[in-house]
Structures are given as C-alpha cells and as structure tokens.
C-alpha cells in the first residue's frame, strides 16, 4: 500500500494556466507539508497543515492555494502559472507538528510549465 | 528559526573510498534528521538524532550529532555504486528546514 501519494505525477501545461495537484496519506498522519524542488534540488517548505489547520504558511506567492479538506488530504492549486513555477512538489506527512517524527514523502508531481 | 548549512553542495568518489556531508547551524538544534534521495526519486528518512553527543550506525553509515547540538555529519565508509543519491539532513521542531543537500556521485 503506498503511504503517501501525489496526482498527477507529469504536469505539462502553459503559461497562465491552473492546475491542481492532489496528496494524498494512509498513514493516519495529522500533518501534511508541500515541498517544492527546484532543479538544484534544494527542498522549500511552502505550507504545513496539522489535522485541516494551517501552520505553515511560507513567503510563497498567492497563486499558490493549499487546501485539507481531512486530515488525509492535501490539495495544491497553483493559478496563473509561470516559467519559475516548473519544479518537482513533494508532499509530505508527519505523525504531528512537532518536528520529532520522519517525514514520508510522496513519489512527487513534476510541473512542467512552457 | 532554525537553519542548517549543508556541505559539501558535491561529492564525486571511487567507489571504496569514504565520504562525509556534514551540517551546521549558528543556534541549538533541538533534533537533526538524515533523508536520502536517489536520482529521480523522493526523499526517504534515514535516521534522527536527538542527544547532545550521539553517534547512531547504520552498516556502513555513521551519524553524529555534535556535542553542542549545533552540527551533525553522515559519514559513509567504503562507499558502493548504491549510495548514489543527495543526502539532506534536515531539523524540523518548529519549522520544517532542510538543508541544500550534498549530491554524492560514485564511480565504479
């Protein structure tokens, strides 16, 4: 059973489109992360939520909109799509917010954006 | 918040040689975790540590966590083609950090 997985996981798309990426765990986790990973393979956070609540809110543009509708589920919804948005999103889950558990990363979404 | 500098950013090794990436913080640490990423994959975790001073193995790799919790290292003995991939260490109390990686190359 895979503990953490991403829809979809390829995303080509244009310029000022929106898309949407989809997370989901089974892990009966209370936080879920979004990642993102630029071609340097540096790994940002961009939002964290614990159990449907925000608490991670990064300095992340506001084209970019998480959203937990349970605790299973982390949505990523990205408007007006540009050229720097092209990278790998990883989700992620933890048992809780604090810090002192793994993380289990999903396989990834990679955006492609031309 | 808390944030780590990784290095090196590259490492390239005859397999069999050793290989190190190591992590510094200029504050506390409350905790340090190691994550792997083979090419092409997603970070899986490989181990934290949590006390002041502690040294974790795992075969062939080694974990410190530094006595003033403010640096850790991954050190790999007799590296294998296996190992290929991008080491993060990573603390995440508070806010999740990960360091820029070290991306370990080996050649055969």
């Known amino acids: 059973d895979t503990a953490v997985s991403q829809t979809p996981k390829y995303l080509v798309t244009q310029m000022g489109n929106d898309k949407s990426i989809k997370c989901e765990q089974n892990l009966g986790h209370d936080t879920m992360y979004w990642y993102k990973q630029d071609s340097k393979k540096f790994l940002k956070i961009m939002f964290s939520y614990n159990n449907k609540e925000l608490i991670i809110n990064e300095t992340v543009p506001n084209r970019f909109s998480p959203k937990s509708p349970d605790k299973a589920h982390l949505n990523l919804h990205i408007n007006s799509l540009e050229l720097g948005d092209s990278a790998v999103y990883f989700c992620a889950s933890s048992q809780d917010w604090t810090g002192l558990y793994e993380q289990y990363f999903g396989p990834g979404t990679r955006l492609t954006v031309t | 918040g808390q944030q780590v500098m990784q290095i090196p950013q590259y490492q390239h090794v005859q397999e069999g040689e050793d290989f190190t990436t190591y992590c510094n913080s200029s504050t506390t640490l409350s905790n340090i975790q190691w994550y792997k990423q083979r090419p092409g994959g997603h970070p899986v975790f490989l181990i934290q540590l949590v006390k002041s001073g502690e040294v974790k193995k795992q075969k062939r790799l080694t974990f410190q966590f530094g006595e003033a919790k403010k640096n850790s290292s991954l050190h790999i003995t007799a590296t294998q083609t296996t190992d290929v991939g991008t080491y993060f260490c990573?603390?995440?109390?508070?806010?999740?950090?990960f360091g820029d990686g070290t991306t370990l190359t080996v050649k055969p």
């Open positions: 990573a603390t995440n109390a508070g806010k999740s950090t």
